[in-house]
């Protein structure tokens, strides 16, 4: 993937992200045309047609208020991510955004799909990917899975073995899964923390920073280092 990353930690499609989005944007390079913005609520997929509706209209009146020409794709199950009629257009995007949900179904959701071929040669020629939640989990080595108490496998885009969304807001009861995580990284492994309404944004053999609200967390086997807006982040 050659174009940027976002991976953010919450609030997609709301105004508190608008300045984040505004900035992935015009990082694109378009001579003068608008991005192509396709929004993916498959994440949502199992909570059915109200929920990914609803997703998929806040994307386009997101993109929409940002002056991009923005389409919701119904990519909600594995019949759906192999129809054909959605290949040319995710691989045209400028822009590819997958909102939050359920982090395992969509990964099963998208493996080895034709709608997972597309984007990724999307960003292979220089198209965004951005990903809140659910989306930014699945591109780690392996997802956490605070319910099951466990983790699940990850596509392994982005050189880090988890990352955790929400990460400011996550219950007391949940911190010792974190704890835990932690200590089962290894001699040079990171996990990402990305706190609500903050993304981290960067590119593979880049350089990465903190953007948005709050602030971005790495962590080693023996430390965590937090990050406010702005700052770069080292994931290396």
């Given at each position: 993937?050659?174009?940027?990353?976002a991976?953010?930690?919450?609030?997609?499609?709301?105004?508190?992200?608008?300045?984040v989005?505004?900035?992935?944007?015009?990082?694109?390079n378009?001579s003068?045309?608008?991005?192509?913005?396709?929004?993916l609520?498959?994440?949502?997929?199992?909570?059915g047609?109200?929920?990914?509706?609803?997703?998929?209209?806040?994307?386009?009146?997101?993109?929409?208020?940002?002056?991009?020409?923005?389409?919701?794709?119904?990519?909600?199950?594995?019949?759906?991510?192999?129809?054909?009629?959605?290949?040319?257009?995710l691989?045209n995007?400028?822009?590819?955004?997958?909102?939050?949900?359920?982090?395992?179904?969509?990964?099963?959701?998208?493996k080895?799909?034709?709608?997972?071929?597309?984007?990724?040669?999307?960003?292979?020629r220089?198209?965004?990917y951005?990903?809140?939640?659910?989306?930014?989990?699945?591109?780690?080595?392996?997802?956490?899975?605070?319910?099951?108490?466990?983790?699940?496998?990850?596509?392994?885009?982005?050189?880090?073995?988890?990352?955790?969304?929400?990460f400011?807001?996550?219950?007391?009861?949940?911190?010792?899964?974190?704890?835990?995580?932690?200590?089962?990284?290894?001699?040079?492994?990171?996990?990402?923390?990305?706190?609500?309404?903050?993304a981290?944004i960067?590119?593979?053999g880049?350089?990465?920073?903190?953007?948005?609200?709050?602030?971005v967390?790495?962590?080693?086997?023996?430390?965590?280092?937090?990050?406010k807006?702005?700052?770069?982040?080292?994931?290396?």
């Amino acid at each position: 993937m050659n174009g940027l990353i976002a991976l953010v930690g919450s609030g997609e499609y709301l105004p508190v992200m608008e300045d984040v989005d505004r900035y992935l944007l015009e990082s694109l390079n378009l001579s003068g045309r608008h991005a192509r913005v396709v929004c993916l609520a498959t994440a949502a997929g199992k909570e059915g047609e109200q929920s990914v509706n609803r997703w998929s209209n806040m994307g386009i009146q997101h993109f929409n208020k940002l002056g991009a020409d923005v389409q919701a794709l119904p990519i909600i199950d594995r019949a759906s991510a192999d129809d054909v009629q959605y290949e040319s257009i995710l691989e045209n995007a400028d822009l590819i955004y997958f909102s939050g949900g359920d982090p395992g179904y969509l990964y099963e959701t998208l493996k080895d799909t034709c709608a997972w071929y597309a984007a990724n040669r999307a960003w292979a020629r220089g198209a965004i990917y951005a990903g809140c939640s659910a989306g930014a989990m699945i591109l780690a080595n392996r997802m956490p899975s605070f319910r099951l108490a466990g983790t699940q496998q990850g596509f392994g885009i982005v050189p880090v073995e988890f990352v955790v969304p929400h990460f400011d807001a996550i219950p007391a009861i949940w911190k010792p899964v974190v704890f835990a995580l932690q200590k089962q990284l290894k001699n040079g492994q990171r996990m990402i923390g990305v706190d609500e309404d903050t993304a981290l944004i960067g590119s593979l053999g880049g350089e990465w920073k903190a953007m948005g609200k709050s602030q971005v967390h790495v962590f080693s086997k023996e430390r965590k280092i937090s990050h406010k807006s702005g700052e770069v982040v080292l994931l290396n």
